[in-house]
């Protein structure tokens, strides 16, 4: 066997272990219901997304798919202060400097105590089938055994065959948490994750720097989106409502 | 014609260029919120203008398209969605003149409650411009860039009242959109990784455009990987692009977006952004017809979701509760048309085509009248501090108002001799004339006996509901109520389009003729000559 040949399995059993570990990140993601698990778990779904990126750069010797590594790397690092930016909405006090109300804004450890506060078991009327953590690994898991059947009924067993059914796989789930969320920053996260399922579309799928140059353009186009949600609505919206809970944001239906 | 700058670039630039800049310009203006709106009505008129230029450019030759600036593509089809935009633009934008405001000295006041003026028409405009670059853009995944680019500028306009209500609609409408938006993406990725260009050792740059890959599977230069996997691309595609089309089952954005927005935006919103978004899913239709070579399967799958968005509105307009508001019943009308113009294209023989397109034409028009009608009934009631849910009585009060909601109403349900009624009868009688020759006869007739049954309901779910704002005892006290012949105008202007759209096609008959010939590509059924 040569060099080349024991190089490209080692690249192949490495990236199936990151798109299971993509899967499992997603599934933790799906069944935890504190919202600090769940970024954790969606900031460890992003460093192996990262890594298969790095995989992919030194395998097609391209390094678009190092941009799409930057990209992932920055979101690890920024994701958490957003999150917390969005759960410390307190207003500007007078003559409070802009630095410090920044720093207070963006205050993690200020934040982690709103989510915890904010569990959905320290809330009243809970719903027990959406509360208990083995009913969302169920669905999710079978959302992804969904995804892996219907992909083996229409997709040809091409390569990248488990790339592609990883990502729709990531996009469900996503989907399911969503749906499934208590509150508007566990809604978001969902939404994070089905993200995830795009980049690891187009990590393990596209093959040619035109096509990724084009979704890198198009990621540009949907972080615009992720930050006027995370910058503008959600804080405006708890602002109002005074609650991060989904429940909580019905006036339309009032 | 494809030089690059040529009279198609001109009329183009002319049709872009002026929302463009008074987007521009309404952030360095000052808070004069009419003479913004005024500009903004004066870019419309020219925007519009242009449109119809473009319209006789693209019919000055049989089957005529160019390509401008690489990433750009016109046709017939192209040019009919421009026009559409334009249309409806070009009336909503002349109510952004006679929208509530105050004076300068409670401006301070209003830019806290209200989104500020200068941003309302600087999004309005930019929304206009990147609703008028989608039948534009060649480039699939700009294509979906764009898409989600309306998402972003139209969500502030729908915040534009900034209370708790408004701030509830917007968050729902971009969750709902982008979630859905992402398999739209997933399915484009998908389906241009699913062709093998012959010839290419290297993927060309150019095939992630659509027109290039509408000729090269035409030409058979290129092949598809498996059948398989273009038809999962197409439901990823269809299911994406529904939920900004405003198809079930990700229509829930609609009455809540509909019916918070400022009514000149409701009328974008429901006259044109939905179209939009159908436009993609035609350009993906015809790639997939192509790619499919004689399968039914894209023409089925819009079948389906047409039907169920059609069936599944029935109810919500059906529904008489207080908290049902006017405007979410209009929202809910669009999920109506917007499921009968699929089940239109998804018949996949030309005459349904034809019938879609200009059903189409005629519900944004519709929804332009409604929504600003409606917007006029509910400002003058909102000056006398009437809510919504206790509107009564509109025709007693405003009576040219009252009557023009009221013939607009019965035109979007499909009054005969409106323009609704004449597409709508096409689309039928396409589908009766598939029944002989199809394979599925009774199943079409099935969707056929379903389409009736839900419509007929339909009719009489809004005659409730305009009955309830129409008749009865106003709470406002007769002649308290001035109505503005200008806005009056306007509104009969658009309800005599949907009069004379009910009597014939013409002028648009060889625009529709056209748009239907580059439809009919990848159909099994013989197309128009």
Redesign the interface.
């Known amino acids: 066997m040569s060099i080349t040949n024991i190089a490209n399995n080692l690249v192949s059993i490495g990236t199936n272990i990151v798109v299971i570990c993509a899967i499992a990140t997603a599934l933790y993601n799906a069944s935890t219901r504190r919202l600090q698990n769940k970024i954790n778990g969606y900031r460890l779904q992003i460093l192996a997304l990262a890594l298969l990126a790095v995989i992919k750069a030194i395998q097609q010797a391209d390094l678009w798919f190092l941009g799409v590594a930057l990209i992932l790397i920055i979101q690890f690092i920024i994701i958490e202060r957003l999150v917390a930016g969005v759960t410390n909405v307190e207003p500007r006090q007078p003559g409070q400097s802009f630095r410090s109300f920044l720093h207070e804004r963006l205050d993690i450890v200020k934040a982690r105590s709103v989510w915890l506060e904010t569990s959905p078991e320290n809330r009243a009327n809970a719903n027990i089938v959406r509360a208990n953590p083995l009913t969302p690994l169920t669905i999710s898991g079978a959302l992804v055994i969904g995804a892996y059947f ?2 083996s ?4 067993r ?1 390569e990248n065959f488990n790339g ?1 059914v990883a ?2 796989a990531l ?1 469900l789930v ?2 399911f948490i ?1 749906i499934n969320s208590y509150d ?1 920053l566990a ?1 978001m996260m ?2 994070l994750v ?2 995830n ?2 980049f690891l ?2 990590v393990i ?4 720097s ?2 990724l140059l ?2 890198l ?2 990621m540009f ?2 972080y ?3 930050l ?2 995370l910058v ?3 804080p ?2 708890r602002q ?2 005074h609650s991060i809970y989904i429940e909580d ?6 | 014609m494809n030089g690059f700058f040529n009279g198609g670039l001109l009329i183009i630039s002319g049709i872009v260029l002026p929302p463009l800049l008074t987007a521009i310009a309404s952030l360095f203006g000052k808070h004069q919120s009419r003479r913004q709106s005024v500009l903004t009505f004066i870019a419309s008129v020219f925007s519009f203008g242009f449109s119809v230029a473009l319209v006789f450019y693209i019919l000055s030759e049989p089957s005529h398209s160019f390509h401008f600036l690489f990433l750009f593509y016109i046709d017939a089809l192209s040019t009919y969605f421009i026009l559409l935009v334009n249309i409806v633009a070009l009336f909503a934008s002349y109510f952004t003149i006679f929208m509530p405001r105050q004076d300068d000295e409670t401006q301070a006041e209003q830019d806290k409650a209200l989104g500020s003026s200068r941003f309302f028409h600087f999004q309005f405009n930019l929304f206009h411009v990147s609703m008028l670059l989608v039948p534009m853009i060649d480039n699939l995944v700009l294509l979906w860039v764009l898409i989600t680019f309306t998402t972003v500028i139209s969500a502030p306009l729908i915040d534009y009242r900034r209370d708790r209500r408004a701030q509830e609609a917007a968050w729902k409408y971009i969750m709902i959109s982008s979630s859905g938006i992402v398999f739209a993406l997933l399915g484009t990725i998908f389906l241009i990784s699913a062709f093998q260009f012959k010839g290419f050792p290297v993927r060309p740059y150019i095939d992630i455009n659509w027109s290039n890959i509408t000729q090269a599977l035409n030409a058979g230069l290129v092949t598809p990987i498996g059948q398989g996997i273009i038809k999962l691309s197409f439901l990823l595609l269809l299911l994406g692009y529904s939920t900004k089309a405003g198809l079930f089952p990700m229509h829930t954005w609609l009455p809540d977006g509909h019916g918070e927005a400022p009514s000149p935006v409701s009328a974008l919103l429901s006259g044109v952004l939905l179209k939009c978004a159908l436009y993609v899913i035609l350009r993906f239709y015809i790639i997939t017809n192509l790619a499919l070579a004689g399968d039914s399967f894209a023409s089925s799958s819009l079948l389906i979701f047409g039907l169920l968005s059609l069936v599944m509105a029935t109810p919500f307009i059906l529904n008489t509760k207080k908290e049902n508001r006017f405007k979410r019943v209009l929202a809910y009308h669009s999920l109506e048309h917007m499921g009968i113009i699929t089940f239109g294209f998804g018949l996949g023989i030309p005459l349904a085509f034809f019938g879609a397109l200009f059903h189409a034409l005629n519900h944004a028009l519709n929804k332009a009248l409604m929504f600003l009608t409606y917007g006029n009934v509910q400002a003058a009631y909102a000056k006398e501090q009437v809510p919504d849910e206790e509107i009564r009585g509109a025709f007693q009060l405003m009576p040219v108002t009252g009557a023009l909601l009221g013939l607009g109403g019965l035109a979007l349900v499909g009054m005969p001799f409106f323009s609704i009624f004449f597409s709508e009868f096409i689309i039928l009688w396409a589908a009766f004339q598939k029944v002989p020759t199809s394979k599925d006869s009774f199943w079409i007739i099935v969707a056929v006996c379903l389409f009736l049954i839900s419509v007929t309901l339909i009719f009489a779910g809004l005659v409730v509901h305009l009955g309830r704002i129409l008749l009865g005892k106003s709470p406002i006290p007769q002649g308290k109520v001035r109505e503005n012949p200008l806005q009056i105008a306007s509104l009969g202007a658009l309800l005599l389009l949907l009069i004379i759209g009910g009597l014939t096609t013409f002028p648009l008959t060889p625009l529709l003729q056209e748009s239907v010939h580059i439809l009919c590509q990848g159909v099994q059924e013989v197309c128009l000559p």
């Open positions: 219907v992909a009924q229409v997709v040809p091409v592609l990502s729709l996009l996503g989907l969503m508007t809604q969902g939404l089905m993200e399922g795009l579309a187009a799928v596209i093959n040619d035109n096509l084009a979704f353009v198009s186009a949907w615009l989106l992720t006027i949600i503008m609505f959600l405006r919206l109002s409502s944001q019905k006036t339309l239906k009032e």
